[in-house]
Protein backbone atom coordinates (compact mmCIF):
# COMPACT_ATOMS: atom_id res chain seq x y z
CA UNK A 1 0.00 0.00 0.00
CA UNK A 2 1.51 3.44 -0.85
CA UNK A 3 1.72 5.72 1.69
CA UNK A 4 3.44 9.25 2.29
CA UNK A 5 2.75 10.38 5.83
CA UNK A 6 3.56 13.63 6.50
CA UNK A 7 5.08 15.24 9.95
CA UNK A 8 6.19 18.16 11.56
CA UNK A 9 4.14 21.32 11.32
CA UNK A 10 2.44 23.32 13.83
CA UNK A 11 2.02 26.63 15.36
CA UNK A 12 5.26 28.77 15.21
CA UNK A 13 5.82 32.72 15.56
CA UNK A 14 6.95 34.69 12.56
CA UNK A 15 10.76 34.68 12.45
CA UNK A 16 10.55 30.79 13.75
CA UNK A 17 11.68 27.66 12.00
CA UNK A 18 10.15 23.87 11.67
CA UNK A 19 10.86 20.83 10.42
CA UNK A 20 8.70 18.74 8.23
CA UNK A 21 8.79 15.30 7.83
CA UNK A 22 7.48 12.94 4.67
CA UNK A 23 7.78 9.05 5.24
CA UNK A 24 7.45 7.19 1.95
CA UNK A 25 6.32 3.42 2.00
CA UNK A 26 4.13 1.00 -0.41
CA UNK A 27 6.87 2.10 -3.56
CA UNK A 28 10.40 2.52 -4.57
CA UNK A 29 11.11 6.54 -2.96
CA UNK A 30 14.47 6.43 -4.64
CA UNK A 31 12.77 6.54 -8.08
CA UNK A 32 10.71 9.01 -7.25
CA UNK A 33 11.15 13.16 -7.83
CA UNK A 34 10.41 14.71 -3.71
CA UNK A 35 8.22 17.33 -3.88
CA UNK A 36 6.44 20.03 -1.04
CA UNK A 37 3.20 21.69 -2.17
CA UNK A 38 1.02 24.00 -0.19
CA UNK A 39 -2.18 24.89 0.00
CA UNK A 40 -4.05 28.43 1.62
CA UNK A 41 -7.56 29.21 2.12
CA UNK A 42 -9.05 30.13 -0.87
CA UNK A 43 -5.77 29.69 -3.24
CA UNK A 44 -4.46 27.24 -5.52
CA UNK A 45 -1.89 24.61 -4.75
CA UNK A 46 1.71 25.86 -5.32
CA UNK A 47 4.80 24.15 -6.09
CA UNK A 48 7.26 25.06 -2.55
CA UNK A 49 10.49 22.62 -3.49
CA UNK A 50 11.89 19.94 -5.09
CA UNK A 51 14.48 17.09 -5.32
CA UNK A 52 16.03 14.67 -7.79
CA UNK A 53 16.08 11.58 -6.95
CA UNK A 54 19.48 11.11 -5.53
CA UNK A 55 19.29 14.77 -3.92
CA UNK A 56 21.79 16.96 -6.19
CA UNK A 57 19.47 18.80 -7.87
CA UNK A 58 16.46 21.41 -5.69
CA UNK A 59 14.85 23.81 -6.88
CA UNK A 60 12.38 25.98 -5.41
CA UNK A 61 9.26 29.07 -6.11
CA UNK A 62 10.80 32.59 -5.31
CA UNK A 63 8.59 33.16 -2.73
CA UNK A 64 10.37 30.54 -0.44
CA UNK A 65 14.11 30.64 -1.56
CA UNK A 66 16.83 31.22 0.76
CA UNK A 67 14.21 30.23 3.71
CA UNK A 68 13.38 27.08 2.72
CA UNK A 69 15.71 23.86 2.38
CA UNK A 70 14.06 20.55 0.92
CA UNK A 71 16.43 17.30 1.59
CA UNK A 72 15.92 13.71 1.31
CA UNK A 73 17.12 10.68 2.80
CA UNK A 74 16.64 7.38 0.62
CA UNK A 75 17.60 4.71 2.79
CA UNK A 76 15.06 6.48 5.46
CA UNK A 77 12.30 6.92 2.67
CA UNK A 78 11.86 10.16 3.83
CA UNK A 79 12.30 13.79 2.50
CA UNK A 80 12.48 16.46 4.60
CA UNK A 81 11.59 20.50 4.32
CA UNK A 82 13.42 22.34 6.38
CA UNK A 83 11.48 26.19 7.20
CA UNK A 84 13.39 29.17 8.91
CA UNK A 85 12.34 32.75 8.86
CA UNK A 86 9.04 32.10 8.58
CA UNK A 87 6.60 34.59 7.93
CA UNK A 88 2.54 34.70 8.36
CA UNK A 89 2.01 34.14 4.45
CA UNK A 90 4.00 30.73 4.78
CA UNK A 91 0.91 29.64 6.68
CA UNK A 92 -0.78 26.76 4.55
CA UNK A 93 -1.26 22.72 4.52
CA UNK A 94 2.27 21.21 3.41
CA UNK A 95 1.70 18.50 0.67
CA UNK A 96 4.06 15.74 0.02
CA UNK A 97 4.06 14.34 -2.59
CA UNK A 98 6.45 12.03 -5.15
CA UNK A 99 6.31 11.43 -8.62
CA UNK A 100 7.53 9.06 -11.66
CA UNK A 101 6.36 9.51 -14.89
CA UNK A 102 2.16 8.81 -14.80
CA UNK A 103 2.59 7.71 -11.02
CA UNK A 104 1.77 10.55 -8.91
CA UNK A 105 1.57 9.93 -5.06
CA UNK A 106 0.16 12.35 -2.41
CA UNK A 107 0.26 12.56 1.53
CA UNK A 108 -3.03 13.71 3.67
CA UNK A 109 -1.02 17.67 4.38
CA UNK A 110 0.07 18.99 7.66
CA UNK A 111 -0.82 22.62 8.68
CA UNK A 112 1.88 24.69 9.24
CA UNK A 113 0.39 28.08 10.91
CA UNK A 114 2.71 31.22 11.47
CA UNK A 115 1.34 33.71 13.83
CA UNK A 116 2.62 35.61 16.72
Known amino acids: QVQLVESGGGLVQPGGSLRLSCAASGFTFSSFVGNWYRQSPGKERELVAS????????SYSDSVKGRFTISRDNAKNTVYLQMNSLKPGDTAVYYCNAKLLWRDYWGQGTQVTVSS
Open 51 to 58: ISTGGGTT
